[in-house]
Structure formats: C-alpha cells, structure tokens
C-alpha cells in the first residue's frame, strides 16, 4: 500500500509522520526523516499512533437527543435553533468554542462564520488555557504575536532556560533534540519548575522555586543584567522603548524579596543569574508553568524583559520561545480563532484591519469588540446569556476549570452542539446535536507548529459511517442560515488560498503574518505541500531589531509582582499543580485506546512530599481525596521528594468515562490573568485526607469491566482485555456476586475463589472452561499482585487446576519472568527488567538498551532509565 506523509496530531513540535496502511487492516507509522521538527524520530505517543485508530466507539452517525439522524436534519436544527436564538437575544447570544487541534482550514471557517457573518466575537478556543498569556506577552513586547525562534536554536544555544515546561514528556522530540545537542556541545540547561520533573534529568541547575513566582525570579535577573557588561545600551536605546520605567519597577523588588517571594536560595539565584549573564546564546523555552497563571502575561514580558535588555532575540541560539501545546495552537492564533483577535493577526479595535477583513470575507457585518473568553463564555452560559453553543475538537466538561459547573451550565443551556469524534466522553453526554467528525487520518489540511512552520495534515484512510470534515459541518449550517455564497467552498485547498490571500490583503511588510506566496497555489500543489515555514526564507523574526509596533520598537512591560490568586488556609493548606503525562494526551480519547500507552502510568494519582504525606497518615498507594470549594476528586497516593513541600501534582488527563472520581479540573479554581484571561490551572488552594478505604482491589478481565457503586475505580485497556483499580469505603458481603458483575461473567462461567476473612483478603478467577476471563484481587491494604503478568494471562488456556488455582497468587511462580511496570512503551519492558540489566552490570543508558531494547526507538523513557541507573541526581536542586 502506498505510504502518505502527514504531521502527528499531538503535540506542538508537530514531528512529520509517514503512514502506511497494511494490507490485512491496520496502519504502520514511522517517523518522517525528511521532516524539519524531527528528521524521522517520534516520541511514545506519535510511534503507537497506528493502535489508537478503531473505530470502536467513534461517533460515526449525527445524532440528536441520543437518537440516529440524518446529516440534513441535523444540519437544519443547528441553523435553525442558531438563527431563532441570534433574533430573538442578539448575536452575542450563541458561541463557538473550538480547539487547537482542529485545522487551519476549520478554524478559517468557524471564525468567518462567527465574526464576520452572525456578528459576534463569541468565538473562543481551548486556546485560552493555553496559549493566551503568549499571545498577549508578545503583543504587548513586539505589538505583534509572533513567536521570534526556530528549533534550531535549541541546538545552537549554550543555555537553554526551561521556565514551567516539562519538555521531556511534553515536547518530546524536542527535548531529544536539547538532549543530543547537549551532549555535543556542552549546552548548559536550567529548569525552573516547583517540581522535579523528568526534565530535570539534564539539568544543570534547577530551580524549584514556589508557585506562581516567576515574575519576582525574572525582576530578580533584570537588574543584574542591568549592572552588569551584558547590558546592550545602544541596541536598547536604538530599538525598544521603557528601558528605565521597567527596572525601576523591577527592583521594587530587591534581591532579599526575590529570595523570599521564590523560596530560592542565594546561592541559586545567583548561579543562575550568573549564567545567564555571562551566556550570550540563550533561549529561554516557557509552557503552561508560565500561562497557566493569573500573573501569565507578566511572566511572559518579564521573560521577554531579559532579553530585550540583551538584546538577545532572533539570532541564532537565542530569544524568549513559547513553546506551543496543541498541533495546530499557532494556527488557531494565526486564522484569529480566539474572542480578542480578528483573523491573520489583524486586531479587533483596529478599523483597518476590520475593513480589510470584512471587504476580503464580503460580510454583511463585523465583530468589533472582544467576544466572551472561555472563561467568561462558560460563566454566561451558565447565567443562561448563551442560548445556543457550538463546541468542537474540545472536552470542557473535564478541561475547563470549575468542571463540575460547566458540566451543570451545558445540562442547562437551551441548546448544546458537539463536533466530535468520539461517541462518548464526558462532554458528549451533554449535548443536545452530536455532529461525527472526520479524524486523524482521515481528515485534509494544514497546521502549523511551534516554530511557525506549515505542514500538510494528509488523509490515508478512508472515511468511516457518516464522518463529516469540522469545516464542512460549519459551512453547511452557514449556508443554512443564509450565507451560501460566502461559504460555499468545495475542498479545504479552497479554504486554504482565501486564508493564504487575506493574511497578503493590504499587508507590504507591515503585518508578521504574509503567505502571499501561497496564496495562488494550485489544488495539486497545495497537495504536495512541503513544510514550510513563514516567514519563507528567514528562520528567526527580530533579528534586525524591527517589531510590530507603530514606531517599530519593542516595549519592556513592567511586571510588578503579584502573589497568586488565593493563598493557602488552614482548611485548603497545599496548593495543587495540575498538568501532563508522558503517554496521555489531555483527556485520553486517543491515548487511552492502547496499553501501549496506559502500561507506563495507568491511574490518576495525587504527587506529595514525604514530610506532607506523613504527618496526614497518607500512606503510599493509598487513596487520598483532595477537595477545594468546587468539588472532590479521589487519587491514588504517589509520595516523592520530586514535590516541593506545600504542593501537590495531579494529572489532567482521567475523565469520568475512564475512572470514579478523578476529573482533576472539578477542584480547579477559574481564576483568571487580568490581561488574557487565561486561568490559573496550576495553583489552586486545597484540602487533603486520606480517603477511608475499607478495601482496595485489582481485577483483570477479558470484557469491558462493570463497575458499580465502587467509590475510587480506574479503568485501563491491556493487550487481551482490561486493568481495573479498586477501592472502596465499605467492606462488601458477597464477593463472588461483586466478581461475576465486575468481570461481566457469563452465568456459565465458573468461578475459583479464595478467601481469608481474618487478613481480608479476597480473590477469585473466572474461567470459561480452562479460558482466563478475568480475575478479581481484593485486600484490606494496597493490593500487591503483578499487573503486567496478570494481565497477561487473560485469555490463555490453564489446563490443569494447579495451573488454575496459580492465577490466585497474582504473581509468576518463583524463577518465572514478571518485567514489572512498564517503562519502555514501544518494546513493552518493565522496571524489572531493567533493573535486571543494571545487576548485571549495565551502567550505561545506551547499555540497558542493548541487553534489553528498552529505549532505543522513540527515546521517551531514557532520562528515567538514567534516573534507575543513578539514584543520585545529576543536578542541583537550588
Ligand atoms: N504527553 C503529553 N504531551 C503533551 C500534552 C499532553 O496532554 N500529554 N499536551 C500538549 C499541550 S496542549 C500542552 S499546552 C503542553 C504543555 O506542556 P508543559 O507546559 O510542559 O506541561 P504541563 O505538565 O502542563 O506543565 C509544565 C510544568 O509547569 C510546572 N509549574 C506549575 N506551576 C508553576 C509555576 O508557578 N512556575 C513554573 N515555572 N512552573 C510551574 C509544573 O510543575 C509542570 O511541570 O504539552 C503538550 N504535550
Ligand atoms: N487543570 C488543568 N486543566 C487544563 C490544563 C492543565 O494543565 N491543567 N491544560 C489545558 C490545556 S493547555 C489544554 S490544550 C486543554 C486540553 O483539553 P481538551 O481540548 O478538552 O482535551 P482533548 O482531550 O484534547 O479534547 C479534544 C477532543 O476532540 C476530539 N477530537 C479529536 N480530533 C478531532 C477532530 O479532528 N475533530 C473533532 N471535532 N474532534 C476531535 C477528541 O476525541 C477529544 O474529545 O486542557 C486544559 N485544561
Ligand atoms: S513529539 Fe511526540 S506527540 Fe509531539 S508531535 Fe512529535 S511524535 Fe507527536
Ligand atoms: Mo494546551
């Protein structure tokens, strides 16, 4: 078969990936070697992309109110409930609110659609909990949002600043990249992260400073770079403005305050200073630690600050990059998809931009004030001001924060559309239209990632039931609703060119954004698309000095600094920090499909310090629950002195349709930056206890596990059948009946159980004739059986009752092979196995490889195979 190129549709490195369909069914993927983000690698997630794409549970009928429609009746209700609530409220009655990961050509679409033709900004993205203190910071510095770097400058720095980005789990590619160039040249790294993450493995120096510090951090380096030879005075005075204002206000915080606002050390603050001074190529890479904060866009300038003041931006190895989330988070900025843009980075409160978009899209009006932010959006529904709300590509049900209150304003508003294309997740459960979208794979178009480079996202699959494109589904209902001749596009290549012909209209230089040179291209051309970056022939913006200001010169933006929105209470004493995986994208639609993925970590788990578990009795795999004013959720205790005291981690990724209690955002609280709107997802004050379990239980099974009225449960997929994690408050009367439910055991099934009332235990297995169907392990503590190896003998014969009654040790026989939890998801070996190779003398990464193969594809688990190797950390935590 044929082999296609196309972009991964994770994460924003966007690495490109060549697809090959197999003869027999499935699809090979293997990493793109001519790609410019990744020259052929992929990280754990992109290599298991060919196990993520059955159509098991996808969406692939419209639906309304849960029944089967048809695509023109489904059409029609949206066009008509959109247009019955737009006269009756107003065009700020109904909103959209769409996503990164849909595609240039669907954002183009659904912005024109709402700010040019219904009339209202209320347009906004999960952008807005990612992106948006970026966006802000750089047009606030450069009067544009542009991001200056490229990726090679990782590789041609000599410090790489990481502020709140975990890269090596979530930009992986990118951090191999960082790693290999580190290893060449001697790059020197410093994380500033309250955690010690993975990233830290390549560490020189990291800096665990308190949450929500930053901006006190970097008015800390301002100074010292002002008092120091680095200070760029010429190129300051040449090309920026507010220079002086902004390190007076700077040093409003002197040095003893940046020590106590960052919980610091001298000594650190100063290596690090050091650094940064005395290296004239750094970029300083920041993510979410950075946004996700009500201070988000003062840590921006506050970074950007430093670099101004070296002017150490768009040359080679240096500059502020904000790395990008979503595979297509730059194109979601670049089409103007959020409520506080217009479209091709043209302004709302700017007239001209307003008649060059409106002229170019011949619309009979023209948002032209900031539409409702997510936020806000989801507030106003909840107030009952949106009648009628179009969500796409997003699940805010479990990603916005406050969830269990967006979850309550979507059961109550009028009228709930969602472009999907999976039949259940927590946010389809809510909708009134269900809209099947067209996915990876089978989907056309384009995004751009981090480094503003436009790539081609390719179908090779066909399209299944009644799967529909994101950008045709909002075409059809424009066309409803009167628009056709303004939508009336056949393929995303014409999409495209009107979007490539608007970021040219009236442009000559003085807008970042010009892909006039695409703009005629022919539909075969526009198909063989080769990555490119804008704009074309220059990697790297600013360089020359020259912003998008009116007079062309960057702006320094004092950044006083603010404490974090709510501080802890006796009541709500740790702060709770919120973020990502290695193998889990977001709400593990996709991710969560294969035990490939969920083998490395497959519950959602509560990250504490030592010193905080104990003095709460919370012991290690037990449960505990964290609460704050908007809700509870329950996680399995993981204590580690990678936390700083006084936080605690969860991840975001466990979703009501995958585990009990644990949609982490039900605890977030939505307070917002001032000046983005982008919410403070990593710092929310909260209570935790341990949760009172009178049992804890694990259970293997061939079909999907029922499970009911079990307080903490957590679901994950294995090779033959299915993981499930257990606890529960009340100790049950009847296991064997709890047993055949969980396992979903036919009545002919029979059942060999064990049970010890005096130490609480409790396990049975089911068997259909000598088949493993499932097994049940239940005791009064953490249960300890191998997951890896029970699950592995789902479905396999045991021919005599010896073999039988063995399943109920949960464990290989003595001298038998159990790897432990996996580590290396590509060639699926376990901790065990490693740490078999380190006894047998292995000392080195690249040596476990070779005895084991752990680490040698996709890379992802070599900084914790270092992490086994050597107990001692590699850098110094200040
Ligand atoms: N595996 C995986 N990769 C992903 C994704 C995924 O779901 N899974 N999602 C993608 C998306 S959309 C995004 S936006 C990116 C996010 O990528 P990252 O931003 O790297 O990831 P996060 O885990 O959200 O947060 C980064 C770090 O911020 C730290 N942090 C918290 N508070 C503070 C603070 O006050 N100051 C500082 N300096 N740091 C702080 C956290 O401890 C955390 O380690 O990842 C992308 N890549
Ligand atoms: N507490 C806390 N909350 C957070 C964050 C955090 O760090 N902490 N991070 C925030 C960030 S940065 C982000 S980006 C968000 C992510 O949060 P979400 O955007 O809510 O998460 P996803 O699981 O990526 O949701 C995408 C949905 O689109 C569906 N989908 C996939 N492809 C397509 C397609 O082509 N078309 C359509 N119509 N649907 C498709 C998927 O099945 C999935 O249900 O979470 C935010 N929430
Ligand atoms: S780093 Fe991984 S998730 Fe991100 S684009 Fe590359 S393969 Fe996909
Ligand atoms: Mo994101």
New binding site residues.
Partial sequence: MPSTRTVCP???VGCGVIATPRAGGGVDIAGDPDHPANFGRLCS?GAALGETLSLDDRLLQPMIAGKRATWSRALDLVATRFTEAIRSHGPDSVALYVS?QILIEDYYVANKFMKGFIGSANIDTNSRL?MASSVAGHKRAFGSDTVPGCYEDLEEADLVVL?????A???PVLFQRLAAAREKRGTKVVV????R?ETCEIADLHLA?A????VALFNGLLPYIAGSHVIDRNWISAHTIGFSDTCKAAARTPFHDVVRITGLSEAALHAFFDLFVSTERVVTIY????NQ?TSGTDKVNAIINCHLATGRIGRPGMGPFSVT??PN?MGGRETGGLATTLAAHMDLDNAEHRRIVQAHWVSPRIAGKPGLKAVDLFRAVKAGRIRALWIMATNPVDSMPEADDVRGALEACPFVVVSEVERHTDTTSVADVLLPSLGWGEKSGTVTNSERRISRQRAFLPRPGEAKADWWQLAEVARRMGFADAFAWKSPHDVFVEHARLTATDNDGKRDLDLGDVATLSRGAYDAMQPFQWPRRRARIFGDGRFFTPDGKARFVPTPFRPLATSTSASLPFVL?T????????TMTRTGKTPRLTSHIAEPYLEIHPDDAQPIGLAPATIAQVSSPHGMVLLRVLVTKRQRRGSV?API?WTAQVAGRARVDSVVAGHVDPVSGQPEL??TPVAVKQFPAAWYGFAVSQSKPVVREVEYWAVAPATNGWCVELAGAELNGDWDATARTLLNLPATADLLSLRDRTAGHFRCAGFDGERLLGALFVAQHPVEVSRAWAAAQLGHHFDGVHERLAILSGRPASGANDKGAIVCACFDVGCNQIIGAIANGCSTVAAVGTATSAGTSCGSCRTQIARMLDAKPTAKTG
């Avoid at 949450?211 to 930053?214: A, T």
């Fill in positions: 994770y994460c924003g997630k990164g990612c502020v709140g980005s975990n890269l789990w979530c930009h500033v992260d309250p955690r993450t400073l949450p929500g510090s930053d993510s979410q630690g950075v904060s989330g979503q988070a920090n973020g990502r995986v290695r193998d889990q994208w977001h981690f990724h990593k710092a």
